[in-house]
């Protein structure tokens, strides 16, 4: 079955980067996702990757995908205390099940 | 973009009582889904909805858990009877997105079973 991990806390000075990553085993995921939890809050979907693309850039944003390692990573550049929130990694396969399938969270903690 | 409702935000039962929880997806979406997020863990499946028909409720503990989606809008989650485990937090999630590729979550329903 399909499994998604990741590391579990990373702490960051504001205004340095953050780089948040995740590793996934189904070779058939078609979408990565990167979902952000706030306290108290439901998932905020910030962006999300296609299978046969290795980077993506949404403003402070940078999706990074090696495919061969499967190995996903979100960059945040400038990172603000408003990011401090914990980080989801998901994958899902568009035939068949499409439901998600989540990693355990990443939480980050910015530091003034 | 119109969000999902989900209600109660929180709710706190006894172990053995009934709980039922609610979801609207707003504008109407095909898709619906139900999640389950424990303490420190990203949520897990528990069923999938297309209009009103259940395609995926293989993670759904059918001995106590069921679920309608009645009229393929609206939908209702409940748990008869609760037990100390199933304290958690349930979320509804609709398909959005221009090839419906990006799953929109309500905010939740936080659930405490003393």
């Known amino acids: 079955g399909e499994d998604v991990e990741q590391s579990l806390f990373l702490s960051v000075r504001e205004g340095d980067s953050s780089v948040i990553n995740c590793t996934y085993t189904?070779?058939?995921?078609?979408?990565l996702y990167w979902y952000k939890q706030e306290p108290g809050a439901g998932l905020q979907l910030l962006t999300y990757i296609f299978s046969n693309m290795d980077m993506k850039q949404d403003q402070r944003l940078t999706v990074l995908l090696n495919k061969k390692d499967k190995h996903l990573s979100l960059r945040i550049a400038d990172t603000q205390t408003g990011d401090s929130a914990i980080y989801f990694c998901?994958?899902?396969?568009?035939?068949?099940?499409?439901?998600?399938?989540f990693g355990s969270g990443t939480r980050l903690q910015v530091q003034p | 973009e119109a969000g999902v409702v989900q209600s109660p935000r929180y709710k706190i039962i006894e172990k053995k009582q009934p709980v039922a929880f609610w979801c609207n997806p707003i504008?109407?979406?095909?898709?619906l889904y139900w999640y389950r997020q424990n303490l420190g863990q990203g949520p897990e499946l528990l069923i999938r909805?297309?209009?009103?028909?259940?395609?995926?409720d293989s993670q759904l503990p059918k001995d106590r858990f069921s679920a309608e989606r009645l009229k393929g809008v609206d939908s209702t989650l409940k748990i008869q009877p609760a037990e100390l485990g199933d304290s958690a937090v349930y979320l509804c999630a609709k398909e959005t997105g221009i090839r419906n590729t990006e799953a929109f979550f309500g905010q939740g329903t936080r659930l405490t079973v003393v």
């Open positions: 504008s109407g979406h095909n898709t």
């Open positions: 189904d070779s058939s995921s078609t979408y």
């Open positions: 998901a994958e899902t396969i568009l035939t068949g099940r499409r439901a998600l399938t």
């Open positions: 909805y297309e209009n009103e028909e259940a395609v995926d």
